[in-house]
């Protein structure tokens, strides 16, 4: 269970000028308007009718995580600290600009089993082909993220959109072994529809390419021997079986996404209404480096076929439905997706696999909030996501599956309010239940490190029911007419609802603590 932060900052927190039926929305002066603009950010030519005014936010934030109760290839610790701007420009009645940049700089404490840029905070297991060391160490990751998107209505009816993404990730370990790891990845999409009266149907599509770069150092080479276990560099390959990767100083990945999909929307003044349906497939190649091709000791590492040792492939199913109330008195939203995820490996030396992953997730968020004129009298958010997955190594030999049932629900309200200064308060709570799980496992060797120390403390995680509050509070002031200060806090924590995972692991009983804080600016 992951904390979000613009979750606990309320989707709710701030009906300040709130637009009127047929006036402009302002998304910064109404949280509620944020869910919005993540569905633009999905298909922007569906919402190109939608009466956005121009606006630039500007954010800094800091977030710290304490996480005494986890999966094992996550930190223990970390503090967050970012920069983001975001905007929307409408040149035109046909033209209308999207922008975003987001710089982060994370630093995690007490990370092990894991020398790669992925954890498992938010999401089951790591794919499957990665190298760890038992040993924790300290990380630091730096990410930039630019973002750009656009709408254009060329003739009567017909609408295109583009998007395109890039994102530069340098990551290193701060002690032996020390893993460097440079990323960019880059996607673009573009879109193609028709409006006919309220009704629009559109076809998009988009291609992507992330590569990543890990170069291994140690201080001391020695120590990475099988005589010192905490140290010895080893590599997964599956879910619970270790296999020799001579190349473990210097190797990448490729991975390329494509997908399509089409769309279908649907407006009154009052109403709104849009779906789509995306088919994704990403490929990640692994390289090797040219020492064990030529056999040598070292080597370099670039994307060539003589060079490819593994393939992990992810085919995704997609659907996303929106429905967008806008009254008088009252707004309201819901949103439904449902995805269906398969992951499966691919051994070139072996030639076949052992390793299948499914995920089937449905997901319901519906929020709404009462107005009196331009103060928030109430509002909630309800939301709920059903995971159905499973792990399985053939070879290894592992069989998870968990079944599992997410609840969130928060309230908010205007507790103080005038013509230049507002306070919000949030509270709420956020839950995690098992609904059935299963872990069967049978040594396929003596090394069973992995089973031992990572799969069986994870499923004993995600096997253990969890309850926690959730506080926030945000202070808006105008600065001028057109400028708006906003001051926001956010604290959360999580609570197992048994005993079990302290029985069975090494927890020390204490909950996971959350805390985010910020101010951003806007106009």
Same mark, same amino acid.
């Given at each position: 269970?992951?904390?979000?932060?613009?979750?606990?900052?309320?989707?709710?927190?701030?009906?300040?000028?709130?637009?009127?039926?047929?006036?402009?929305?302002?998304?910064?002066?109404?949280?509620?308007?944020?869910?919005?603009?993540?569905?633009?950010?999905?298909?922007?030519?569906?919402?190109?009718?939608?009466?956005?005014?121009?606006?630039?936010?500007?954010?800094?934030?800091?977030?710290?995580?304490?996480?005494?109760?986890?999966?094992?290839?996550?930190?223990?610790?970390?503090?967050?600290?970012?920069?983001?701007?975001?905007?929307?420009?409408?040149?035109?009645?046909?033209?209308?600009?999207?922008?975003?940049?987001?710089?982060?700089?994370?630093?995690?404490?007490?990370?092990?089993?894991?020398?790669?840029?992925?954890?498992?905070?938010?999401?089951?297991?790591?794919?499957?082909?990665?190298?760890?060391?038992?040993?924790?160490?300290?990380?630091?990751?730096?990410?930039?993220?630019?973002?750009?998107?656009?709408?254009?209505q060329i003739w009567k009816g017909l609408e295109l959109g583009a998007l395109?993404?890039?994102?530069?990730?340098?990551?290193?370990?701060k002690s032996d072994p020390r893993p460097e790891i440079k990323t960019a990845?880059?996607?673009?999409?573009?879109?193609?529809?028709?409006?006919?009266?309220?009704?629009?149907?559109?076809?998009?599509?988009?291609?992507?390419?992330?590569?990543?770069?890990? *170069?291994?150092?140690?201080?001391? =080479?020695?120590?990475?021997?099988?005589?010192?276990?905490?140290?010895?560099?080893?590599?997964?390959?599956?879910?619970?079986?270790?296999?020799?990767?001579?190349?473990?100083?210097?190797?990448?990945?490729?991975?390329?996404?494509?997908?399509?999909?089409?769309?279908?929307?649907?407006?009154?003044?009052?109403?709104?209404?849009?779906?789509?349906?995306?088919?994704?497939?990403?490929?990640?190649?692994?390289?090797?480096?040219?020492?064990?091709?030529?056999?040598?000791?070292?080597?370099?590492?670039?994307?060539?076929?003589?060079? =490819?040792?593994?393939?992990?492939?992810?085919?995704?199913?997609?659907?996303?439905?929106?429905?967008?109330?806008?009254?008088?008195?009252?707004?309201?939203?819901?949103?439904?997706?449902?995805?269906?995820?398969?992951? *499966?490996?691919?051994?070139?030396?072996?030639?076949?696999?052992?390793?299948?992953?499914?995920?089937?997730?449905?997901?319901?968020?519906?929020?709404?909030?009462?107005?009196?004129?331009?103060?928030?009298?109430?509002?909630?958010?309800?939301?709920?996501?059903?995971?159905?997955?499973?792990?399985?190594?053939?070879?290894?030999?592992?069989?998870?599956?968990?079944?599992?049932?997410?609840?969130?629900?928060?309230?908010?309200? *205007?507790?103080?309010?005038?013509?230049?200064?507002?306070?919000?308060?949030?509270?709420?709570?956020?839950?995690?239940?098992?609904?059935?799980?299963?872990?069967?496992?049978?040594?396929?060797?003596?090394?069973?490190?992995?089973?031992?120390?990572?799969?069986?403390? *994870?499923?004993?995680?995600?096997?253990?029911?969890?309850?926690?509050?959730?506080?926030?509070?945000?202070?808006?002031?105008?600065?001028?007419?057109?400028?708006?200060?906003?001051?926001?806090?956010?604290?959360?924590?999580?609570?197992?609802?048994?005993?079990?995972? =302290?029985?069975?692991? =090494?927890?020390?009983?204490?909950?996971?603590?959350?805390?985010?804080?910020?101010?951003?600016?806007?106009?």
């Open positions: 269970m992951k904390f979000k932060t613009f979750y606990i900052a309320s989707f709710l927190s701030f009906g300040w000028a709130s637009a009127q039926l047929n006036d402009s929305i302002f998304i910064p002066r109404n949280q509620f308007y944020y869910n919005q603009l993540e569905s633009v950010w999905d298909n922007p030519i569906q919402f190109s009718k939608q009466k956005f005014s121009d606006f630039t936010e500007t954010e800094l934030s800091a977030t710290v995580k304490e996480l005494n109760m986890k999966r094992v290839q996550t930190a223990e610790s970390s503090s967050q600290f970012g920069f983001k701007t975001q905007g929307i420009y409408n040149i035109s009645e046909k033209l209308r600009l999207l922008g975003s940049f987001d710089y982060q700089f994370l630093t995690e404490k007490n990370l092990g089993y894991n020398l790669t840029t992925d954890r498992t905070e938010d999401q089951f297991v790591l794919n499957p082909n990665y190298l760890f060391v038992p040993k924790k160490a300290n990380w630091e990751t730096q990410t930039y993220h630019l973002k750009g998107g656009l709408s254009y395109v993404d890039y994102k530069n990730l340098s990551s290193y370990r990845d880059y996607s673009g999409k573009i879109f193609a529809g028709y409006r006919l009266g309220k009704h629009q149907l559109s076809v998009f599509g988009g291609l992507g390419r992330k590569t990543e770069t890990y *170069d291994i150092l140690s201080v001391n =080479e020695t120590m990475n021997a099988t005589s010192n276990p905490e140290y010895y560099v080893r590599f997964s390959n599956g879910y619970g079986r270790q296999i020799y990767f001579p190349s473990y100083t210097d190797y990448s990945y490729r991975t390329v996404d494509r997908n399509f999909g089409g769309g279908y929307s649907f407006e009154t003044p009052k109403n709104f209404f849009n779906i789509n349906f995306t088919y994704s497939k990403s490929m990640q190649d692994l390289f090797g480096n040219t020492g064990e091709r030529d056999g040598r000791t070292s080597g370099y590492t670039y994307f060539d076929e003589s060079l =490819e040792k593994m393939k992990y492939r992810l085919v995704t199913y997609k659907t996303d439905a929106n429905y967008w109330y806008k009254g008088d008195k009252m707004d309201f939203t819901s949103n439904v997706n449902f995805q269906s995820i398969t992951g *499966d490996n691919y051994n070139n030396a072996e030639f076949g696999q052992n390793y299948r992953m499914t995920l089937d997730k449905l997901s319901s968020v519906n929020s709404m909030i009462l107005k009196d004129n331009q103060k928030i009298k109430f509002g909630a958010t309800v939301e709920a996501v059903y995971n159905d997955f499973s792990a399985i190594d053939l070879l290894g030999v592992t069989h998870k599956y968990v079944k599992s049932l997410d609840l969130n629900i928060k309230f908010n309200k *205007d507790i103080f309010y005038r013509d230049t200064q507002k306070v919000n308060l949030e509270v709420g709570a956020m839950s995690y239940f098992p609904v059935s799980e299963s872990l069967k496992y049978t040594a396929a060797s003596s090394n069973t490190l992995l089973y031992d120390q990572v799969i069986k403390n *994870d499923h004993e995680f995600d096997s253990t029911s969890k309850l926690g509050p959730q506080l926030g509070l945000q202070l808006y002031q105008k600065v001028s007419a057109k400028t708006t200060l906003k001051i926001f806090t956010n604290f959360a924590t999580l609570f197992p609802l048994n005993k079990r995972f =302290e029985q069975n692991t =090494e927890y020390n009983g204490n909950p996971n603590l959350y805390f985010n804080a910020g101010i951003s600016l806007f106009y």
